[in-house]
């Protein structure tokens, strides 16, 4: 049974930098990619940065350069290192796990932890 459970959310000033962690298990590193999304209110579900089974990463357009996700296999822990904050980051920020070779497409639709929310003030 795949689990996830996210901390680190919290408010920020814009510019500002914020780390989210994502506890793991039950995830078979090599079977399932992983990585966040982000639902702000009234939009779409946004992938935005993933980490696929052999190490290599994807990101969103609107977070390349800005974002940085990593993973400890040792800790079962996923990070989303989050730079020059904006304040249309601000969203709500799911840890998922998917089984596709197109995961930040398909990241949305995988499992999913409760969520941590991200608040950027201008």
């Not at 795949?2 to 995830?27: D, H, R, W, Y």
Request: aromatic share 10%; net charge positive; glycine share 12%.
């Amino acid at each position: 049974q795949v689990q996830l459970v996210e901390s680190g959310g919290g408010s920020v000033q814009a510019g500002g930098s914020l780390t989210l962690s994502c506890g793991a298990s039950g995830v078979t590193y090599y079977r399932y990619c992983m990585g966040w999304f982000r639902q702000a209110p009234e939009k779409e579900r946004e992938g935005v940065a993933t980490i696929a089974s052999d190490g290599s990463r994807a990101y969103a357009d609107s977070v390349m350069g800005r974002f940085t996700i990593s993973r400890d296999n040792a800790k079962n822990t996923l990070y989303l290192h989050m730079n020059s904050l904006k304040s249309e980051d601000t969203a709500m920020y799911y840890c998922a796990a998917v089984s596709s070779r197109t995961c930040l497409r398909d990241l949305v639709f995988g499992f999913r932890g409760q969520g941590t929310q991200v608040t950027v003030s201008s």
